[in-house]
């Protein structure tokens, strides 16, 4: 063979510009967006990764991330790349820090920016409004038609921030541009529509997707435990306080309950009130401090009941996982628990505000045997109808078609 038919056929074998380009643009790739150290993030992008439904998956973080996010993820998958900015021996979390004390988020927005020109994703999926979405709202002038949008509420994002002045013109905002809404809650299609939203709504998409199938008698009757378990939020939706005037109104009735607070780390006012009701009623009260899931459900099955009280949520996943292990759930009403919850007979819905609602829903559920017991029973069923992987998975494969 000739040398100069050779070289053509080595030329005609290399891909053009052209050609890689192409191949670069044809690549199925998705940004995500979210707070990189939420279990419930991390929950759903594992989820994300196991159904291998994209050639890349980047991550962008809305929060300040301490831990290595890389950590909570399969080893040596080179799908997935975590946008990181890092000088020298400061971490993450100091640099986000300082960025965000001198320029807001309008730096983030930029970065945001950045990362849609130079890796092209083909869909951007923001987890959670306030933090996550409205980082595009700056730069939505990069909303193109090839490029679908995903936003996906979690809890408080439409339901408390939608009646504030104050956010109510970022949310229509965020509306303007998103193709596909997510919720764990049906009811906020007709918030999101008063804000001015008129794309593809889909729900319940829980971003926790699901649970394995649980059986029956995998752990001891709520009615033999002397457990009494409480989420320990008192932030902006959280009012763990409010439960916790509850248990002071029942006093020595508790006196032979275990009462555990969880999630209370930055929220130093439950800390001090949980003290404060040990001193004076003699009560058995541990502050749970920075406790992995695995740790959290081992007091789930040493509990015979759990309250939560927030006056904004979606699906409270410690609610669901409370019910996993038979645990009988006290649940605010501004939430999805009335789709799991038939109240007085698998678990009491609360109102937040209503101290006595809280105290009567506590008082029956630690002296009612066969109610806890038979809540265990139905909850089994309920979690296995509602809250399964297998489904959680086919609506993340439906969203991502």
């Given amino acids: 063979m000739k040398y100069k038919q050779i070289i053509v056929k080595i030329y005609a074998g290399i891909p053009s510009i052209h050609q890689i380009n192409l191949a670069i643009r044809n690549r199925k790739r998705i940004l995500v967006v979210g707070m990189l150290d939420s279990p419930h993030f991390q929950k759903w992008v594992n989820e994300l990764q196991k159904q291998k439904l994209f050639d890349r998956i980047l991550l962008f973080p809305s929060d300040s991330p301490k831990v290595k996010f890389a950590r909570n993820y399969t080893k040596g998958d080179t799908n997935i790349r975590r946008m990181h900015f890092k000088v020298g021996k400061f971490t993450n979390w100091a640099i986000f820090k300082i960025l965000d004390l001198l320029f807001g988020t309008k730096w983030r927005s930029l970065q945001l920016a950045r990362v849609i020109k130079v890796f092209k994703p083909s869909m951007i999926h923001f987890h959670e409004l306030q933090h996550g979405a409205y980082l595009f709202n700056p730069i939505s002038n990069l909303k193109s038609n090839r490029l679908k ?63 394995e199938r649980i059986t029956q008698g995998s752990y001891d009757l709520p009615s033999s435990r002397h457990g009494l378990i409480i989420k320990g939020y008192q932030d902006i939706p959280g009012r763990a306080l409010n439960v916790l005037r509850a248990l002071d109104i029942l006093g020595d009735k508790l006196l032979s309950f275990q009462i555990y607070i969880f999630s209370a780390d930055k929220s130093p006012a439950v800390g001090v009130q949980a003290e404060l009701l040990a001193s004076k009623h003699n009560l058995n009260i541990q502050v749970l401090r920075k406790i992995d899931n695995s740790e959290l459900m081992e007091y789930f099955k040493k509990s015979r009941v759990y309250v939560g009280a927030s006056i904004s949520d979606g699906l409270s996943t410690s609610m669901v996982e409370a019910m996993m292990h038979g645990t009988f759930p006290i649940q605010s009403l501004n939430s999805a628990a009335h789709h799991f919850i038939d109240n007085g007979i698998n678990g009491f819905i609360i109102d937040p505000w209503d101290i006595d609602s809280i105290v009567n829903a506590i008082k029956i559920s630690i002296s009612d045997n066969l109610l806890v017991d038979n809540a265990s029973k139905i909850n089994t069923n309920v979690i296995n109808e509602k809250y399964n992987l297998q489904s959680g998975i086919d609506k993340m494969r439906k969203l991502y078609s």
């Fill in 149 to 211: 949008i995903i936003s996906s509420t979690w809890g408080s994002d439409i339901l408390l921030y939608g009646e504030m002045a104050s956010h109510k013109k970022r949310l229509s905002e965020v509306f303007d541009w998103t193709d596909t809404l997510t919720s764990e809650r049906q009811e906020d299609l007709e918030l999101a529509n008063k804000l001015g939203f008129n794309g593809e709504f889909l729900a319940p998409v829980y971003i926790t997707v699901g649970t």
